[in-house]
């Protein structure tokens, strides 16, 4: 388990960075914390890190967003390119993790050359609870201060 303490939306952005250089592939990345805890910009720094130039917008309406990683931003975390695909699910509108499933996204989880992320993931906990993910929860303090515990 990881504890951060946070003062502004820069700090939790390189958190995600800086997470992201860990990643192999076939991750699934679960985030809960309140709207505006911080959950897209920690998705954003990891984005970046993986060498992701487009801007991450949540997908609240479409839910489901999926960007290619074709080329690399040098240094980078994601050197060989070994993740090609990032899937950002945002699950604030779904009902339930059946939802998840009609929309294709056992297409995606635990494919080796993937990374997937779900703002919400509480709403689809039925789901998640028969894999294997990574836990980031997101808590404001006060005002610009956020705790992020990644497990
Ligand atoms: P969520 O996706 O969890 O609803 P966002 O990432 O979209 O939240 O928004 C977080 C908001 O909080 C942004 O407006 C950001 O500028 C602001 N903010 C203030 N302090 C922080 C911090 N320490 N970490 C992340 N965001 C922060
Ligand atoms: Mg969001």
Redesign the pocket.
Known sequence: MKKYI????????EIGEKFSAKLKGGEVIG?T????????????GVARGLGIKKNIT?PTFNIMKIYKIRDQKPGSGNQVLRIKSFVHI?A?RLENAEALVDIGIKDYIGEKDTVVVI?WADKVKDLLKKIKYTKVK?R?DK????N?IIN
């Open positions: 946070t003062k502004n939306e820069k700090e939790t952005f985030l914390g309140e709207l505006g805890a911080g959950k897209t910009v920690f998705i954003k949540s945002d604030y703002e997101i404001m005002e610009d201060q956020r992020i």
